[in-house]
T-cell receptor, first 113, second 114 residues
Framework: GESVGLHLPTLSVQEGDNSIINCAYS??????FIWYKQESGKGPQFIID?????DKRQGQRVTVLLNKTVKHLSLQIAATQPGDSAVYFC????????????FGAGTILRVKS | GAGVSQSPSNKVTEKGKDVELRCDPI?????LYWYRQSLGQGLEFLIY????????KSGLPSDRFSAERTGGSVSTLTIQRTQQEDSAVYLC????????????FGPGTRLLVL
């Protein structure tokens, strides 16, 4: 069925540490995986995406890793800053779903100063 | 504007009333999506418009929910006879055709049904 889930609902990290947010997905036919950041009172904001034929993709302070063997996706944030505090969602895109994304439940990231 | 805009930003209504939520997508984006986000939950797909094609309404939770998109741009989500369980944030997103994996979201409308 269509499901994208997250392992940890809340993650607290110290400012300057690295953060890792995890996501499990169920559809091995998905073409894209996307991470969104949602700050309080705002809509989700695109962070980074990765195609299904890739294992790793790096952005500015963020890295997404895709392990298709175990259907696992992770978002790594380097040197976490207070401005990184938000809810992070993974989303899954597949032609099987039509032109829409299937979102996971979200992980709250809290950065302690 | 440069981004997706939604209005109103907040809406409080009484149970049984109808509400209309508006979305202005990014200019040039032919695809438009509506999602519902309940407190502490992920995004639940509601409906998708692409150009002049018939919309994908597969996510609408009941026949009290409907949406229109006029002129291929502005969209209105209507909830009739609102119920308390309709209280949520309603998010609109838009994208270029065929790029559902790259959606831009609006700030949402926070609906509270008393």
């Amino acid at each position: 069925g269509e499901s994208v889930g997250l392992h940890l609902p809340t993650l607290s990290v110290q400012e300057g540490d690295n953060s890792i947010i995890n996501c499990a997905y169920s559809n091995s036919a998905s073409d894209y995986f996307i991470w969104y950041k949602q700050e309080s009172g705002k809509g989700p904001q695109f962070i980074i995406d990765i195609r299904s034929n890739m294992d790793k993709r790096q952005g500015q302070r963020v890295t997404v890793l895709l392990n298709k063997t175990v259907k696992h996706l992770s978002l790594q944030i380097a040197a976490t800053q207070p401005g990184d505090s938000a809810v992070y969602f993974c989303a899954e895109y597949s032609m099987e779903y039509g032109n829409k994304l299937v979102f996971g439940a979200g992980t709250i990231l809290r950065v302690k100063s | 504007g440069a981004g997706v805009s939604q209005s109103p930003s907040n809406k409080v209504t009484e149970k049984g009333k109808d509400v209309e939520l508006r979305c202005d997508p990014i200019s040039g984006h032919t695809a438009l999506y509506w999602y519902r986000q309940s407190l502490g939950q992920g995004l639940e797909f509601l409906i998708y418009f692409q150009g002049n094609s018939a919309p994908d309404k597969s996510g609408l939770p009941s026949d009290r929910f409907s949406a229109e998109r006029t002129g291929g741009s502005v969209s209105t989500l209507t909830i009739q006879r609102t119920q308390q369980e309709d209280s949520a944030v309603y998010l609109c997103a838009s994208s270029l055709e065929g790029q559902a994996f790259f959606q831009y979201f609006g700030p949402g409308t926070r609906l509270l049904v008393l």
